[in-house]
């Protein structure tokens, strides 16, 4: 017999069908015993009288005839919820060892040290693993809008000759007998390709020693990035726009039910996004709150969450584009305004009052870019490869990134990043935490 998917039972009422999956949860009513079944597909309700020893998040094989369900036992919430299977024999595939917490209920109700040390399971809650469906529809969004803007998709190197980003946040390797660093993001990847495709997207991982443990930063993300040759600041900023409302909006309209679940309101990315410089931002919260923060180089989190106020409150947007940052707080590659080279053409574009995205416009004459390295205390030896694409026809570009993980944490409300990464690092875990490293023997 060959094997059908959960949610194609509601078209084989009355006849005999083989499905797969892992037991959700077993009910012992005496005689008659319930078990729920999940597959790649969805949920049914699996009844019978006489089952071999079956344990929650075993792995087994059903064969069994499908019924209607009586109308007041119908589980609206399943899309096989108006079906059971009345079971015939239930084939143990693999039996799971006793689990270490309830993996019944519909919410965990687990802390995260604890969602995280159990991580293969936890994962496989259909709340927490739809995360991941979200996460994956981000990527898709990203992908059609990089799409239409005419990138090609490439995919660049995690070991790199040179640190990007500046700073003491690099995670250093021995390669062979020599030095390498972690990318701490694919920037001069994505910078070196545009001569060669003029536009290009990438996914990538970025390793960043963060020295802190936030809500909001990883050791290791995965970012979205775009890369545009022949553009000036405004077309970045239109790029980026439409890139960010695109791959929301996309999410959005394709799992309307998982944002339910979690309680989320639609994101509001439909209307005009606000455009405001740093300077801007911080002039409007001292109006708005009375702090004064108009002396500070960048804008602190508190900062970020009263422009997302701000924004949904005088423009009905969860998006807004925060511009012209101070040189000196950029990367090297970052163009100072001409008009002003004490700030940059750069923006950060804020998602519900977090950063989601950064980017620039870039310093694309080789000269000024030699010297940029130099100005920042760094060798223009180490850049050689990055250099050389600048020797040869550059043209003016520019570009952005997005975080993957920061996207899912907002879309969906999540209160730590950690939840939106499939397995976290961060400073005190790789896998476990480093405080109780334990492999038990089962
Ligand atoms: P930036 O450093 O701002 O810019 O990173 C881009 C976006 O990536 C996400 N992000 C992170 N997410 C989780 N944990 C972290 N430690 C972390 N660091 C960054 C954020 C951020 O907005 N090369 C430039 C981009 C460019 O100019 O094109 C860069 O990496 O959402």
Not at 164 to 175: D, H, L, M, Q, S
Request: hydrophobic letters at 35%; aromatic letters at 10%; one cysteine or more.
């Amino acid at each position: 017999m060959k094997r059908i998917l959960i949610i194609k039972t509601p078209q084989k009422i009355g006849k005999k069908v083989l499905i797969c999956g892992w037991i959700v949860n077993i009910r012992d009513h005496g005689k008659i015993k319930f078990f729920d079944l999940r597959d790649r597909s969805g949920v049914v309700q699996c009844v019978g009288t006489n089952f071999p020893k079956l344990t929650p998040q075993s792995a087994v094989e059903v064969v069994g005839i499908v019924s209607e369900r009586p109308e007041n036992m119908v589980n609206e919430k399943i899309d096989a919820g108006w079906v059971e299977i009345q079971v015939e024999k239930v084939k143990v595939l693999s039996l799971a060892k006793e689990l270490p917490f309830d993996m019944g209920k519909e919410d965990l109700g687990l802390t995260l040290p604890t969602l995280l040390d159990y991580r293969t399971i936890s994962l496989r809650n259909i709340k927490i693993s739809n995360i991941f469906k979200v996460q994956e529809a981000i990527m898709e969004g990203f992908r059609q809008a990089s799409k239409k803007l005419g990138c090609t998709e490439i995919f660049t190197p995690t070991i790199s000759a040179s640190s990007t980003e500046g700073g003491a946040e690099v995670f250093r390797v021995k390669y062979y007998e020599h030095n390498a660093f972690l990318v701490q993001s694919p920037q001069l990847y994505k910078q070196m390709m545009v001569p060669v495709f003029e536009r290009v997207y990438l996914v990538s991982h970025a390793y960043r020693m963060e020295p802190s443990v936030t809500t909001r930063h990883l050791s290791e993300s995965i970012q979205l990035d775009c890369e545009l040759g022949f553009v000036n600041f405004e077309e970045l900023l239109d790029a980026l726009e439409f890139v960010g409302k695109y791959t929301i909006g996309f999410v959005a309209s394709k799992y309307p039910q998982i944002l339910k679940e979690y309680g989320v309101e639609n994101p509001r990315v439909d209307g005009k996004i606000p455009r405001i410089t740093m300077r801007e931002a911080q002039r409007i919260i001292l109006e708005r709150t009375g702090i004064d923060h108009t002396k500070e180089d960048d804008l602190a989190p508190e900062d970020e969450r009263e422009i997302g106020k701000w924004a949904q409150e005088e423009y009905n947007s969860d998006l807004v584009t925060v511009t012209h940052y101070p040189t000196k707080k950029r990367a090297f590659y970052t163009l100072p305004d001409p008009t002003d080279p004490k700030y940059s053409l750069s923006y950060d574009l804020l998602f519900k009052g977090v950063e989601i995205l950064s980017g620039s416009q870039r310093i694309s004459n080789y000269d000024d870019l030699v010297d940029a390295i130099r100005g920042r205390g760094m060798d223009p030896e180490n850049f050689k490869m990055y250099l050389q694409a600048f020797e040869y026809g550059m043209p003016p570009e520019g570009g952005f990134s997005f975080g993957l993980e920061r996207i899912t944490m907002l879309i969906l409300g999540l209160s730590n990043i950690r939840e939106a990464s499939l397995f976290p690092r961060d400073m005190e875990r790789v896998d476990f935490r480093f405080s109780e490293k334990r492999i038990k023997k089962s």
